[in-house]
């Protein structure tokens, strides 16, 4: 079965993958921004017991992973201030640095009461002063919304960091397999398993407001779409016609589903309405449509289709009406997902056998392809836009990769026990 065939009935057969535990997960930088900006985020220091989590070093990979920020290693200091009054800007001036940061940790009880200043090097202003109290297992979370403060005052966007992202792995069990969707850190830490079958799970989505997750099980041998809560872990079947229910994806208010199905003939685009039911069919004819994703605004969503001979994108209104043609450079172009603000739609692009994440200027229609991969699939935009999660190939495994929307930076986040494939990424 070819590559092509393989991606349209959304990866039915899908690689052996295995679990993937928090402890054995590497994140590796394989491709840095050569305009990154300097800063030197000084260890806080630490009084009464705070636990295993280091912040600085989960700030230090937040920081240097966006490819906004080149971070100073800690034994390049030549100080390490915890208070403002201790700082020697002329030390960080010297190590060619623009920002600083330093902050204290205090355990008291089962809480910690952490704070931090940023500073601008060149001329000692404090740009940011900040504290706040977490509970004895919101030590890594404090530091992602650490790395989010400093990564909005520094670029005028908002972080992502302290968000999250779900994923489907799988383990040996007797003889056979069980699939797991599990949700975890931005980063990949903190797993958490919520379902798993001991046949296929594909195709999360979460729903806009991150208290949902679409998904498709094969837990009856047949595939079936479910939506689950999240804080509740009940879930629900929303769909299970005969042949192909796949593809799930919430619209914009969460109302609807955008899927996949083949009953009636050849699969092709439909909108499901979660309250009462109603499906309405937005394609039809002998082609494979799937891979629906709504615009932000809800008007149109976006499919892949073979219409025109080979996997291309198009798009169609989401009340109905005649598609047309969006993507035209390379031999494949599929998995379109739009950016929060609509401006930009991430793809697997593919050409000369080769198969990489890409994004196209929705303005231009210029496509930019990011990844340098061959077979990397399953592009998933950050919240902020500013970078997009995949899965991409290593070693004959599959593993999570980030990168920057302008393909300076790239990251793999490596589960050292498996395989992790069809990322998604929480609003």
Request: glycine share 10%; aromatic share 10%.
């Given at each position: 079965m070819s590559l092509v065939t393989k991606t349209f009935f959304m990866g039915l057969l899908l690689a052996l993958l295995s679990v993937a535990q928090a402890e054995e997960l590497t994140i590796e930088i394989?491709?840095?921004?050569?305009?990154?900006?300097?800063?030197?985020?000084?260890?806080?220091?630490q009084q009464g017991a705070v636990g295993n989590v280091k912040l600085t070093e989960v700030i230090n990979s937040d920081l240097a992973g966006s490819g906004f920020f080149k971070t100073l290693a800690e034994e390049d200091m030549l100080t390490q201030p915890s208070e403002p009054e201790k700082v020697n800007f002329?030390?960080?001036?010297?190590?060619?640095?623009?920002?600083?940061?330093?902050?204290?940790?205090?355990?008291?009880?089962?809480?910690?009461?952490?704070?931090?200043?940023?500073?601008?090097?060149?001329?000692?202003?404090?740009?940011?002063?900040?504290?706040?109290?977490?509970?004895?297992?919101?030590?890594?979370?404090?530091?992602?919304?650490?790395?989010?403060?400093?990564?909005?005052?520094?670029?005028?966007?908002?972080?992502?960091?302290?968000?999250?992202?779900?994923?489907?792995?799988?383990?040996?069990?007797?003889?056979?397999?069980?699939?797991?969707?599990?949700?975890?850190?931005?980063?990949?830490?903190?797993?958490?398993?919520?379902?798993?079958?001991?046949?296929?799970?594909?195709?999360?989505?979460?729903?806009?407001?991150?208290?949902?997750?679409?998904?498709?099980?094969?837990?009856?041998?047949?595939?079936?779409i479910f939506v689950q809560?999240?804080?509740?872990?009940?879930?629900?079947?929303?769909?299970?016609?005969?042949?192909?229910?796949?593809?799930?994806?919430?619209?914009?208010?969460?109302?609807?589903?955008?899927?996949?199905?083949?009953?009636?003939?050849?699969?092709?685009?439909?909108?499901?309405?979660?309250?009462?039911r109603n499906l309405t069919r937005l394609t039809s004819g002998l082609s494979i449509d799937t891979e629906p994703s709504w615009s932000p605004d809800g008007s149109t969503i976006v499919f892949t289709s073979d219409q025109g001979g080979k996997p291309q994108l198009y798009m169609i209104p989401s009340t109905g009406g005649r598609p047309t043609r969006l993507t035209f450079q390379g031999d494949y172009n599929a998995r379109g997902r739009f950016s929060a603000d609509g401006r930009s739609l991430a793809m697997v692009n593919g050409n000369g056998g080769r198969y990489r994440i890409a994004v196209m200027d929705m303005a231009s229609r210029t496509v930019n392809v990011l990844s340098e991969g061959n077979l990397d699939e399953s592009p998933s935009f950050a919240p902020n836009g500013s970078m997009i999660l995949f899965s991409a190939n290593k070693g004959g495994r599959s593993v999570l990769s980030v990168v920057s929307t302008d393909g300076a930076m790239q990251q793999k986040l490596d589960f050292q026990s498996g395989g992790v494939r069809e990322p998604a990424w929480a609003p």
């Open positions: 394989t491709k840095g921004s050569q305009t990154a900006v300097p800063i030197a985020i000084v260890p806080f220091a002329r030390d960080w001036q010297v190590l060619g640095q623009d920002y600083l940061v330093i902050g204290q940790v205090v355990g008291n009880g089962g809480s910690f009461n952490i704070q931090f200043h940023l500073f601008n090097v060149h001329n000692g202003q404090l740009l940011m002063g900040y504290k706040l109290t977490v509970g004895g297992n919101e030590l890594r979370r404090a530091a992602h919304h650490i790395s989010d403060l400093i990564y909005e005052k520094l670029t005028g966007r908002k972080g992502a960091f302290n968000t999250r992202i779900a994923y489907v792995t799988s383990a040996a069990r007797g003889n056979g397999k069980q699939y797991m969707l599990q949700v975890a850190d931005a980063d990949g830490y903190n797993p958490r398993t919520i379902a798993e079958s001991p046949e296929p799970i594909m195709a999360p989505a979460w729903s806009p407001d991150g208290s949902k997750i679409a998904y498709v099980s094969f837990h009856t041998k047949r595939s079936e809560t999240l804080a509740t872990g009940q879930r629900q079947s929303v769909s299970s016609y005969p042949g192909i229910n796949g593809a799930p994806a919430f619209s914009p208010d969460g109302s609807r589903l955008a899927i996949t199905l083949s009953k009636d003939g050849s699969p092709d685009i439909y909108v499901l309405n979660l309250a009462n």
